[in-house]
């Protein structure tokens, strides 16, 4: 049974750093590319950024609200990925979801199984 | 960015019913289209990507169709567990991007 485990989230002040772990089990890491998602209160999803396996070079792509600071890596040794998030806003605000990402027919990456999420709450 | 918009954003239906939703992408996105499913407090749930391939385990009473920019989520005989929220998400290009969401309630 694939498992994704968010963990890492909590109460910062805006302008620190937090960094997400997402332990996963029940596949092969390594063959999957990754991604973040995240709600806000009442709110829809959003997507974050994604990062790819390590045999298409590991890259990464972002949220144009996000990028230049939040960054996903992996280690596949450890099947965890991370999300490292730095300057923290209010806006930032939100449960963070990990979500595992496997290429269609045409290698284009979706989604298809969600973490249970970890709130993350920017406020002085 | 790729906008995506569904209707109804609300919808209210009855055990049983016959439920459609539509989502439609400011441009086309061939079929690279996913739907979730959420329920209060809890994560998405994936059931159709591909624009109409079924996620493992999920029952074939959920249906999706179309192809550019046009597509349909359709859910057969409603029962209790089928009431919420259910998003369309594109990825075709980045930034992915989601519909609003359709708020399915009982009536």
């Known amino acids: 049974e694939v498992q994704l485990v968010e963990s890492g989230g909590g109460l910062v002040q805006p302008g620190r750093s937090l960094r997400l772990s997402c332990t996963a089990s029940?596949?092969?890491?390594?063959?999957?590319?990754m991604s973040w998602f995240r709600q806000a209160p009442g709110k829809g999803p959003e997507w974050v950024g994604f990062?790819?396996?390590?045999?298409?070079?590991?890259?990464?792509e972002y949220a144009a609200s996000v990028k230049g600071r939040l960054t996903i890596s992996r280690d596949d040794s450890k099947s965890i990925a991370y999300l490292q998030m730095n300057s923290l806003k209010t806006e930032d605000t939100a449960v963070y979801y990990c979500?595992?990402?496997?290429?269609?027919?045409?290698?284009?990456?979706?989604?298809?199984?969600w973490g249970q999420g970890t709130l993350v709450t920017v406020s002085s | 960015d790729i906008q995506m918009t569904q209707f109804p954003s609300s919808l209210s239906a009855s055990v049983g019913d016959r439920v459609i939703i539509t989502c439609r992408a400011s441009?086309?996105?061939?079929?690279?289209l996913v739907w979730f499913q959420q329920k209060p407090g809890k994560a998405p749930k994936s059931l159709i990507f591909?624009?109409?391939s079924l996620q493992s385990g999920v029952p074939s009473k959920f249906s999706g169709s179309g192809s550019g920019t046009d597509f349909t989520l359709t859910i057969s005989s409603l029962q209790p567990e089928d009431f919420a929220t259910y998003y369309c998400?594109?990825?075709?290009?980045?930034?992915?991007?989601f519909g609003q969401g359709t708020k399915l309630e009982i009536k």
């Open positions: 591909a624009a109409s």
């Open positions: 441009q086309g996105i061939s079929n690279k």
């Open positions: 029940g596949f092969t890491f390594a063959d999957y590319g």
């Open positions: 998400q594109q990825y075709n290009s980045y930034p992915r991007t």
């Open positions: 990062i790819r396996r390590q045999a298409y070079g590991g890259t990464t």
């Open positions: 979500t595992r990402a496997p290429r269609d027919s045409s290698g284009a990456w979706y989604v298809d199984n």
